[in-house]
């Protein structure tokens, strides 16, 4: 039988660069137990030695040496660097700084390829440089479009402004080492929908009082279809905190929420105060779990800094109410089967039914979208909402001030844009409430919904002389399984 090994493995190691990696550590952790107050990181045959001062470096780095060259590993003394900058994995390691060593930028990609490259190495470096997806939106936006790899690119005058930035950032900006005495603090920054977040030390009493440690970023690609600003600052946290767990093995002491307020009127505070971040918090599941176990403190200032001065922006209150309102109440209701788009309430004044229908292409959940959106364009005042959609409850629930991911129907993303803007833009209250569908309970939302379904429903259902036209359409419609439509229209397993 023959074997295969890896050829690009250091040393003539012939193993996989999993157990390279684990072996050096199997060598290097007696003297990790040894030299507790070291600290020694390595990759495959790169390491990092240091240490608090000269003389615990050497002994620990001898030990180092020993060790490895005892197990037949070949120590070239040139290589060693004893002097900053120091050189490791990429990065150029001064006295009190770090910044990336020297990558050279492509300034004029022609392929897709050309850009996955450019994008992936500037996604490496931009924890270290500050670049927001603001930034590099114009790039990464460059990735869609034919799937072709060697289909031609051509940048945008917005890409080519943001690779100078990137060079600018290149040149200028550095992240520094961190002060093993001082504790690591966490801000949010940026503005809807690119915030971001950074990682720093702070030293009073000095020049520059800010280290920065590293920036925090969200993912390019949202998981949702819309999702809250107060979801955004969670996933933040929560990125922030398991990044700093990783690179120091503590928490924050202070994570800072510099939250503005947008105006309502004259008597809206401008700033978030303690009582209403707490409501915030109970009310958000996903800040209640980006937080869970932390024991620091969260304020809503931020310290005193040109990089620090950004805010981003909240409503002081939802315009979305807990609690049903003593207002108007609209109906919604869909049919895959005749596509039409229901919205019916009842007329204060004459205690009447009227109705808006529209038929509108697509799922019933588009046409069920499109009669929400009517409504909200029909109705400024307070209103309360009933639909039979789960899944339209939920996305009017989430709407306000929500961020959107770009998705590929243009029909319901035109719908989704609006829906938000009409939302985020309103001065009235209003309170949606999922109810269950053609049931027999007696009062006025059981007799709306009736209502509504009824408006949906096809004109007329004619008598099909085919059986198998009839458990096709029913099929296509309600989705049955093929044990339903045997029972139903007595057919055979096979004809099923």
């Not at 037949?72 to 004893?82: A, H, I, M, T, Y």
């Not at 930034?135 to 072709?148: A, I, S, T, V, W």
């Not at 994570?255 to 209403?276: A, D, F, Q, W, Y």
């Not at 209502?451 to 008598?463: C, G, H, M, N």
Request: proline letters at 6%; one cysteine or more.
């Amino acid at each position: 039988m023959k074997r295969y090994h890896w050829k690009v493995l250091p040393q003539g190691l012939k193993s996989s660069p999993f157990i390279c990696q684990q072996y050096v550590a199997s060598l290097l952790s007696p003297v990790r137990a040894k030299r507790k107050d070291a600290i020694i990181l390595h990759y495959m045959d790169d390491l990092l030695v240091c240490a608090p001062n000269d003389s615990i470096l050497q002994h620990t780095l001898d030990l180092v040496v020993k060790v490895l060259t005892s197990a037949g590993f070949q120590l070239q003394e040139d290589k060693v660097q004893r002097m900053p900058p120091w050189k490791y994995l990429g990065l150029q390691i001064a006295a009190r700084t770090i910044v990336p060593q020297k990558l050279e930028i492509e300034c004029n990609p022609k392929t897709p390829a050309d850009l996955h490259s450019l994008c992936g190495s500037l996604n490496w470096v931009r924890p270290w440089l500050g670049l927001t997806n603001e930034d590099l939106d114009p790039l990464f936006n460059l990735l869609k479009g034919e799937r072709e790899l060697v289909s031609p690119r051509e940048l945008t005058p917005e890409a080519k402004t943001a690779i100078e930035k990137v060079q600018k950032a290149l040149s200028e900006r550095q992240a520094h080492r961190c002060e093993p005495n001082i504790p690591f603090q966490f801000i949010v920054l940026g503005k809807l929908p690119h915030l971001h977040g950074l990682i720093f030390q702070w030293i009073e009493g000095q020049r520059d009082s800010l280290l920065i440690i590293e920036w925090v970023f969200l993912s390019q690609q949202r998981s949702k279809t819309i999702t809250e600003p107060q979801e955004l600052i969670a996933q933040l946290i929560r990125k922030a905190r398991v990044r700093v767990c990783e690179l120091a093995g503590c928490d924050f002491t202070c994570i800072h929420l510099p939250v503005k307020l947008s105006e309502e009127g004259r008597n809206s505070p401008k700033r978030l105060t303690k009582e209403m971040f707490e409501h915030l918090l109970q009310s958000n599941a996903s800040l209640q779990l980006s937080l869970d176990s932390y024991r620091g403190q969260i304020s809503v200032h931020a310290p005193s800094h040109k990089l620090l001065n950004e805010e981003f922006h909240l409503i002081p209150c939802e315009k979305r109410s807990r609690r049903p309102l003593k207002a108007l109440t609209v109906f919604t209701d869909t049919s895959g089967a005749s596509h039409k788009s229901v919205m019916t309430w009842r007329n204060p004044q004459t205690q009447r039914w009227e109705a808006d229908v529209e038929f509108v292409e697509g799922s019933p959940q588009v046409a069920e979208l499109a009669a929400v959106v009517r409504a909200f364009e029909k109705f400024s005042e307070p209103i309360n909402l009933v639909t039979d959609s789960a899944y339209m409850a939920g996305v009017v629930s989430r709407a306000e001030q929500a961020v959107l991911k770009e998705i590929d129907n243009e029909h319901l993303f035109r719908l989704l844009s609006k829906l938000i803007y009409l939302i985020s833009h309103r001065e009235h209250p209003f309170y949606v409430m999922h109810v269950r569908s053609h049931t027999d309970l007696p009062g006025e939302i059981a007799e709306g919904n009736r209502q509504a379904d009824s408006l949906a429903a096809p004109v007329e259902k004619a008598r099909l002389p085919d059986i198998f036209q009839q458990a096709k359409l029913s099929h296509q419609q309600y989705h049955q399984n093929v044990p339903g439509l045997i029972r139903q229209f007595q057919l055979t397993w096979s004809q099923a």
